[in-house]
């Protein structure tokens, strides 16, 4: 089982950059895809982005390729989402979860965070 923790939101104008952070717990933490969703009022969860196992894959949502890299530290049992060229409509909590296979489903993610707020100013 995995328990992960997100971290580093806040508040931001646009254009301007966030990065966040996943802390996981339990020393399976490599054997997980990681991946982050988020969710904006009213409207569904959706997936932003998510790495594999061995960090050899990635995959991003339309709306945030070239300006969001997801990337991870297995020493640290961290998963990271640095986020720049930040608009208002990334504002959203923004969800860590992880699952055995690097996808962009949320069913298939298993353990999930309590998310993140990220607002982002005009």
């Known amino acids: 089982q995995v328990q992960v923790v997100e971290s580093g939101g806040g508040l931001v104008q646009a254009g301007g950059s966030l990065r966040l952070s996943c802390a996981a717990s339990?020393?399976?933490?490599?054997?997980?895809?990681m991946g982050w969703f988020r969710q904006a009022p009213g409207k569904d969860r959706e997936f932003v982005a998510a790495i594999s196992r061995s960090a050899d894959s990635t995959v991003y949502a339309d709306s945030v390729k070239g300006r969001f890299t997801i990337s991870r530290d297995d020493g640290k049992n961290t998963v990271y989402l640095q986020m720049n060229s930040l608009k208002p409509e990334d504002t959203a909590v923004y969800y860590c979860?992880?699952?055995?296979?690097?996808?962009?489903?949320?069913?298939?993610?298993?353990?999930w965070g309590q998310g993140t707020q990220v607002t982002v100013s005009s």
């Open positions: 339990g020393r399976t933490f490599s054997r997980y895809a």
């Open positions: 979860a992880a699952a055995a296979i690097i996808t962009g489903r949320a069913s298939e993610y298993d353990y």
